[in-house]
């Protein structure tokens, strides 16, 4: 891979610890980077649990949710003359909702009078 096709990515978790960084190919998918996200995961009481799957772990850039098959040569635009030669992504892992006793999940109910 040469050195101008590649890019370093760290990913910062909600409670700031990082996983990597790591190197990639602009050729690399966002759901290829969400995988080594999930073979990385950290293990401990202070971190959320493993996510199942890439669809439950989001990927934020600039502000931005990136789709699955968004390469990072494309994510590479919004950085535009970013300076340093590790780029930081955000991890949100969207945990599934608890099921109540009944099955239902919880959630909030309006009723319109």
């Known amino acids: 891979m040469a ?6 990515i760290r990913f910062r978790l909600n409670n700031g ?5 790591f190197k990639y190919s602009s050729a690399a998918t966002v759901d290829m980077l969400k995988q080594r ?5 950290p293990q401990g009481k202070r971190f959320p649990p493993l996510p199942k799957s890439a669809n439950e772990v989001k990927l934020i850039s600039s ?4 789709e699955n ?3 990072v040569g494309q994510c590479k635009i919004p950085f535009g003359d970013i ?3 590790v780029i930081t992504m955000h991890v949100h892992h969207l945990s599934p909702l608890p099921k109540s006793k009944a099955g239902n999940k919880l959630g909030c109910s309006c009723s319109i009078m």
């Open 3 to 8: 050195e101008e096709d590649s890019v370093e």
């Open 17 to 21: 610890s990082d996983i990597g960084p």
């Open 37 to 41: 996200i999930i073979s990385h995961w």
């Open 63 to 66: 502000g931005k949710i990136l």
């Open 69 to 71: 098959n968004v390469t």
């Open 83 to 85: 300076e340093e030669e």
